[in-house]
């Protein structure tokens, strides 16, 4: 359920997915029998306007003006227990830079009776954009003695200018069920969805985070070789 473990669990997914052919969402569906689990992944799908897909490197995205698109999707249930979540975040790549804008990110969020809806989006829309930040930026830094990321430039965050277009949330109210708080949910689909729609967009993987522009490149190199 954490971000770590999402991300690894997520990715892996999707190249799965993408091994057998088979459109993202499916795959995910085909192996899953918990109804809420099943109603936020529908839930998000029909809000982002899903389409099936077999992502592979094939299909990626055609660029346009030195641009290519993907789109990613990516579910867990946090901490195995908790809040349900799925999420599909749609990517702008440059390859010539490595650089990655996300553009917009759906969410369906299933964390029992909600009790503040506004808190609660309020609360959904900061995670997706720290989220963001720590999957494409944050990442600390050492020597051999001392931490050196020790200011904004060492240590970078997203900007203002770099935060998604829009970020649409669909609440899964379940008044019959515990409240199970939305504290870091929203965090843990995020870096696996972007890191498959980078994979949509351009037919490569990047399997380490921060998803640094470097990091892309190298990717995009690698799957040329």
């Known amino acids: 359920g954490s971000p770590q473990n999402s991300f690894a669990n997520e990715s892996f997914m999707d190249e799965l997915a ?5 459109d ?10 918990d109804a ?4 936020v992944i529908d839930a998000v799908a029909t809000r982002a306007g899903w389409t099936p897909r077999a992502s592979a490197p094939d299909r ?7 641009v290519r698109k993907g789109r990613g999707f990516a579910y867990v249930q946090y901490d195995r227990t908790e809040a349900y979540v799925a999420a599909v975040v749609d990517v702008d790549v440059r390859p010539d830079t490595g650089t990655v804008r996300v553009r ?10 909600i009790v503040n809806p506004d808190g609660l989006r309020n609360q959904i ?3 997706v954009v720290q989220a963001i930040s720590r999957t494409l930026k944050e990442a600390v830094r050492f020597d051999s003695t001392r931490v050196t990321s020790v200011d904004w430039n060492g240590y970078p965050i997203l900007r203002f200018s770099e935060i998604p277009d829009a970020i649409d949330i669909d609440l899964v109210d379940r008044p019959d069920q515990p409240s199970v ?5 929203a965090t843990s689909p995020i870096p696996a969805a972007i890191a498959n729609a980078i994979f949509d967009a351009t037919g490569s993987r990047v399997r380490q985070v921060p998803l640094t522009p470097d990091r892309v490149r190298e990717a995009l190199r690698a799957s040329k070789v």
């Not at 993408?18 to 088979?22: E, L, R, S, T």
């Open 18 to 22: 993408a091994a057998a052919g088979v």
């Open 24 to 33: 993202p969402i499916q795959m995910r569906r085909r192996h899953l029998s």
């Open 36 to 39: 809420r689990a099943l109603a």
């Open 60 to 66: 990626a995205g055609e660029a346009s003006n030195g």
């Open 104 to 113: 917009r990110v759906r969410v369906a969020h299933d964390c029992g009776l």
């Open 125 to 127: 829309e900061g995670n």
């Open 181 to 185: 708080g939305a504290g870091e949910a």
